[in-house]
């Protein structure tokens, strides 16, 4: 095939896959403008994920392949996990919940990565002999693993799982109880949350100075929702509240609450 026509024939396909991009995207625009008038959060096709995935790969997502492209990157992300290649996994991770921003699970995973397991490796880095810098390196993935949260909380807002992720993070990692408390809050708000989510609020509310009463409201309120609440945990904190706020003796729960004793109030 001469020179000439194989300029022509690549022309030819140059131009096709430009028409048909024109085609497509009043079309996108148009399905943007109805998700969010529905409420719902998506993330456009634009010239950043162009860069992060290639010409192909945005030729893929705007074809409507969105989904597939991203479960293949995902399996390229575990690989990198396997290999302990943390930027690049973080990279691929926002990639794929770029795509796919309505999937819990990418997100729930992608902070997961981050914050526990590439922080962990930082933190214990032998190449890296300054402890100063294994420890911001540590945080910096921490903050990535936050950063994936909050991120996918603003595209899916109904649900408790990414609230309850949240405030486990602010919890064990960043120590920060006030912030995990309302994390919990705003999780054990969902009809469907988990019943423990509601402990997990009440006991780091009672982790911050000022906030004990609230905290101790929250625990007999928990209590009262009977037997299925009835942890030894909820017992133990409720009577160091009562100490701590100097509860008379007549309104506090007895010790023997947890084999089927109500409270006198």
């Known amino acids: 095939m001469s020179g000439l026509s194989l300029l022509r024939r690549n022309l030819i396909a140059i131009l096709m896959v430009a028409i048909a991009g024109a085609l497509l995207l009043p079309w996108q ?24 995935i290639g010409q192909s790969g945005f030729l893929a997502a705007l074809s409507g392949f969105r989904a597939p492209l991203a479960a293949l990157l995902w399996i390229d992300a575990h690989s990198a996990w396997e290999k302990t290649e943390w930027g690049r996994m973080a990279g691929l991770f926002n990639t794929v919940t770029t795509l796919q921003p309505h999937s819990l699970l990418y997100w729930d995973i992608a902070a997961w990565h981050m914050a526990w397991n590439a922080s962990v490796a930082a933190l214990q880095d032998a190449k890296q002999k ?6 911001r390196a540590r945080r910096q993935y921490i903050d990535l693993g936050r950063d994936f949260l909050e991120r996918g909380i603003r595209n899916n807002p109904d649900n408790y799982l990414l609230y309850e992720r949240l405030g486990i993070l602010l919890r064990d990692k960043l ?12 999780a054990a708000s969902f009809p469907d949350a988990p019943i423990y989510i509601g402990r997990f609020a009440a006991y780091e509310m009672e982790k911050v100075p000022g906030r004990e009463r609230e905290a101790y409201d929250r625990l007999l309120t928990l209590y009262r929702q009977g037997k299925k ?37």
């Open 229 to 265: 609440q009835w942890m030894p945990s909820l017992f133990a904190k409720i009577h160091e509240l009562e100490k701590k706020l100097n509860i008379p003796m007549d309104q506090r729960i007895p010790a023997e609450g947890a084999t089927g004793s109500t409270p006198s109030r």
């Open 130 to 135: 300054s402890e100063v810098l294994r420890e």
């Open 29 to 52: 625009a148009k399905l943007q403008r109805e998700s969010q008038a529905a409420h719902f959060r998506t993330i456009p096709l634009n010239l950043t994920l162009r860069e992060q």
């Open 175 to 186: 120590e920060d109880h006030n912030a995990a408390a309302d994390a919990f809050t705003k």
